[in-house]
């Protein structure tokens, strides 16, 4: 993996050197994030004209588009059905794991080193298990009776245990100097982090209002290079999630059907810190490392449907 830019022809290395003061004349402003377009005079007098070379200065970024990409997914998955009386189990679970070059149009990918952004996938998830099951209430051999009220009741719901999505990381600006900016359709810029060795020290509490991560680890990419940490390497937080439903199905004629249903999405009301952006991985943020999306609390709703 490269760790810096400087090594290719054009703009880093010239622009490395025109960031020093003593290499350009008196007056002359020195290079450095989105000044590659610029007009600089060397202390010896001679004129450089952009620093962006093979690039044209006739272009306000170098933004780079290809219809080209490499993923790799691989899982194990399976699912068990049981259906016994009023009472029906569904449960699945799935191993995976999603590597690609970039996940959507938002990210950009190094063209210098397209090996560099190959890595996580932003929606991969490691392993989730799902339950889902219905239970038919028998209210009318408890309450002996086969009036309709007693009929048609039953209790349902979806239970999710789930490991978290992967952290993006981004350094959003120009360290780099390759000018690739924000252009209304990429949102994460080309610049990455850099990260030294050391433990992450996840914090599996997010709640206590820490840092989901050792953010120490972390710096901005030194000027001129474009930072040698991963997209993404490791994940965020997981959910357990509970959704329940009560609901009552009452045939008022052969053809006609009404259901009433009472649902609680996230029933316990349990923080749920899970989403593709629930940590915030951009260095020059002053939220870095910690948790700033959650999932919506506990939603009790009431809904009817007629059927006929």
Request: proline fraction near 6%; hydrophobic fraction near 35%.
């Amino acid at each position: 993996m490269l760790t810096s830019l400087g090594a290719n022809p054009g703009v880093p290395s010239l622009c490395m050197s025109l960031s020093q003061p003593q290499e350009v004349a008196p007056g002359t402003p020195t290079c450095g994030p989105f000044g590659e377009n610029g007009v600089y005079t060397r202390a010896i007098g001679t004129i450089v004209n952009g620093t962006r070379a093979p690039f044209s200065n006739a272009i306000g970024s170098d933004g780079y588009f290809a219809n080209m990409g490499n993923s790799n997914y691989n899982s194990f998955q399976f699912t068990l059905k049981r259906t016994k009386g009023a009472l029906t189990l569904l449960a699945s679970y799935g191993f995976s794991k999603s590597l690609d070059w970039s996940s959507d149009l938002q990210e950009q990918v190094n063209p210098y080193n397209y090996r560099q952004e190959y890595g996580l996938s932003a929606f991969d998830i490691a392993q989730d298990l799902v339950f889902s099951y219905n239970y038919e209430l028998p209210l009318e051999k408890l309450l002996h009776t086969t009036r309709r009220m007693s009929q048609g009741w039953a209790v349902s719901g979806i239970t999710r245990f789930a490991t978290g999505l992967p952290v993006t990381f981004a350094s959003f600006g120009d360290n780099a100097l390759i000018n690739v900016q924000n252009n209304g359709i990429n949102g994460v810029s080309i610049d990455l982090p850099n990260v030294a060795p050391g433990n992450l020290d996840l914090n599996h509490n997010p709640r206590n209002g820490q840092p989901y991560f050792n953010t120490s680890l972390f710096s901005p990419n030194p000027l001129g290079t474009q930072g040698n940490a991963s997209r993404r390497s490791f994940y965020g937080p997981g959910m357990d999630n509970f959704d329940v439903a009560l609901h009552k199905v009452t045939k008022t004629t052969e053809s006609k059907t009404l259901e009433i249903r009472f649902e609680l999405f996230n029933a316990f009301n349990h923080a749920q810190f899970f989403g593709p952006n629930a940590v915030n991985g951009n260095i020059a943020s002053s939220t870095f490392g910690y948790v700033t999306q959650a999932a919506p609390p506990r939603i009790a709703q009431v809904a009817a449907k007629f059927t006929f």
